[in-house]
């Protein structure tokens, strides 16, 4: 199965800079760990994974009564601190709980990419 | 066995309703495991149960009934399968972890599948007030109908709860398979709590006329039990089953001949069931200390322990159930568990002792109908009526469930009338 993994939030990190130099790089060694850690299991793959710029850089865009409404920032404000995703090949759901607890603490949301028709 | 005049229907109906009893679950997770089609078996084993009970009457019943289900049921998903496949729809199978696969061929034969049943029923991944549902449906066979009347909720919404729960194991691929090391502990932790909740939904429920439905409570002790089969090595669920068993064993004193609740203090203790507390007083005989969860679940059965050891009320051992109380406080820092330790040290000292104990919880359990029912109760019996009677009337505005608020409106008013002697005494004196 294939999984969205959405680094939806830094949690109890605070922030990227709140992390410090040593911190970001213990980060940065965890995201390695991670994909090493996916690369030695034959049955898991990395599919895609990116950083993405912060929630100042976002646009939404908006339908609404046939409109395009396009304002600056994240869909929501809960949004504004989206970092980055993976989309990962996975046996299982537990799979891919079991290998999160390898990133940084970050809130993460999983969800499953549905199958085509 | 029956004297009925008719033991040709009799026997195979009996012989329905305890194969379902006793197969259900352990039938259900190897259907399960085979077809990987959640949503099919339970449909099918339901329907062969239905079968069952019209052919076994008319043929008798077969040799080895739970093979008769099982190949009854297997059957009607492979149709079902094939209907689906020549409509051409694909449904999504249930994820098998890898390193785990079901054995293969006879039921009679087969291994006790259950724990992985439970395990994926009770996964956190899923909204906590489904998974005690689902996981009685499941592994215990309780209709939806019946949990719903459990969690007090319209039937209707009980069923789109479980259809949405076994959508969501079939979509994000929450596997059946044992998961391993932290993980497991984590997870059974996890199902007793579960259990344990549906168990108090039975038992002790916040609302509704039905004060007690002891044979609903019944089933979550059963999931308990087949649990404690499953996985007898793990400490947690050995003291989960303790306890639910020795609370369960009052159910026939605990509730009146007028359908009033009887407190603790006051139940004929010759109508618990004495057969179920011997076993949980070995179950925990034989246990260790245990530490996190597993040790909360021991010291709340060996508070129920010691209340079943003696005969009368009169004889209990205050003292060491305060102690326990204590012990449990500074491992779980529950509010409740502190006004529980409040009530013991009341009686195993004094009322003030125990009024003492309940300052600070107001922040916590301010809207809590038990923290002011124990205050009146203590204030009571301290002679401070004042008090009493300004608690008992706060416990009686939050109480939900109207056979419990009938018997604090009685002691408000046994607390007026106090008050009012008391007053004329003082009165008379001045």
């Known amino acids: ?117 | 066995m029956t004297s009925r005049s008719d033991p040709s229907s009799t026997a195979p109906d009996e012989a329905v309703a305890r194969i379902h009893r006793e197969e259900w679950g352990r039938l259900l997770s190897l259907l399960v495991a085979r077809t990987r089609r959640l949503d099919l078996a339970e449909d099918a084993l339901g329907e062969a149960f239905a079968r069952a009970a019209a052919q076994w009457r008319r043929d008798g019943v077969p040799a080895s009934p739970a093979a008769w289900l099982y190949t009854t049921a297997h059957r009607h998903v492979v149709g079902q399968v094939r209907r689906e496949v020549v409509a051409g729809r694909k449904a999504p199978l249930l994820v098998l972890r890898g390193e785990w696969a079901p054995a293969a061929a006879d039921p009679d034969d087969l291994p006790d599948e259950r724990l992985h049943l439970v395990l994926l029923c009770c996964h956190p991944a899923l909204p906590e007030a489904s998974r005690s549902a689902l996981a009685l449906r499941l592994v215990i066979g309780t209709t939806s109908e019946q949990i719903a009347r459990l969690f007090l909720v319209p039937p209707a919404t009980m069923a789109a709860r479980l259809t949405r729960a076994k959508r969501k194991i079939m979509l994000a691929g929450i596997p059946l398979g044992a998961p391993v090391g932290v993980e497991l502990r984590a997870r059974l932790d996890g199902v007793c709590r579960t259990i344990y909740l549906a168990f108090t939904a039975g038992y002790a429920p916040a609302t509704g006329d039905d004060l007690l439905r002891a044979d609903l409570a019944g089933d979550a002790v059963e999931l308990a039990a087949v649990l404690h089969r499953v996985t007898p090595d793990s400490p947690q669920v050995r003291a989960l089953y303790a306890l639910v068993l020795l609370q369960h064993a009052r159910r026939d004193a605990r509730v009146g001949t007028d359908g009033g609740l009887v407190p603790l203090a006051d139940q004929d203790r010759t109508r618990w069931r004495h057969d179920e507390i011997g076993v949980a007083l070995r179950l925990l005989d034989d246990m260790a200390p245990a530490d996190g969860y597993a040790e909360e679940l021991r010291l709340q059965a060996l508070i129920a322990a010691e209340h079943a050891r003696v005969p009368t009320a009169a004889g209990t051992d205050w003292t060491a159930i305060a102690a326990r109380y204590a012990e449990l406080e500074a491992l779980s820092r529950s509010a409740i568990v502190r006004l529980n330790r409040a009530v013991a040290v009341a009686e195993a000292q004094d009322p003030r002792a125990g009024l003492a104990l309940l300052v600070g919880l107001d922040d916590l359990l301010g809207d809590d109908h038990r923290l002011h029912a124990v205050r009146g109760e203590l204030a009571f019996r301290a002679g401070r009526f004042r008090v009493a009677e300004a608690s008992f009337r706060a416990a009686v505005d939050r109480c939900g469930n109207t056979v419990e608020r009938a018997h604090l409106g009685t002691r408000l008013a046994a607390v007026v009338q106090s008050a009012a002697e008391a007053g004329r005494a003082h009165g008379e004196r001045t």
Request: proline fraction near 6%.
């Open chain 1, 1 to 117: 199965m294939k999984y969205f993994v959405l680094l939806a939030g830094f949690g109890e990190l605070g922030s990227w800079d709140d992390l410090g130099p040593e911190g970001q790089e213990a980060a940065m060694q965890a995201h390695g760990a991670f994909d090493e850690a996916c690369a030695t299991r034959p049955d898991v793959e990395i599919l895609s994974a990116e950083a993405l710029g912060d929630g100042a850089t976002a646009t939404t865009l908006r339908t609404r009564g046939g409109d395009l409404i396009i304002t600056d920032g994240p869909f929501a404000e809960v949004a504004e601190q989206i970092g980055g995703y993976y989309l990962v090949d996975a046996p299982d759901l537990d799979t891919v709980i079991e290998l999160c607890r390898i990133l940084p603490a970050y809130d993460i949301e999983i969800r499953p990419v549905l199958d085509g028709p």
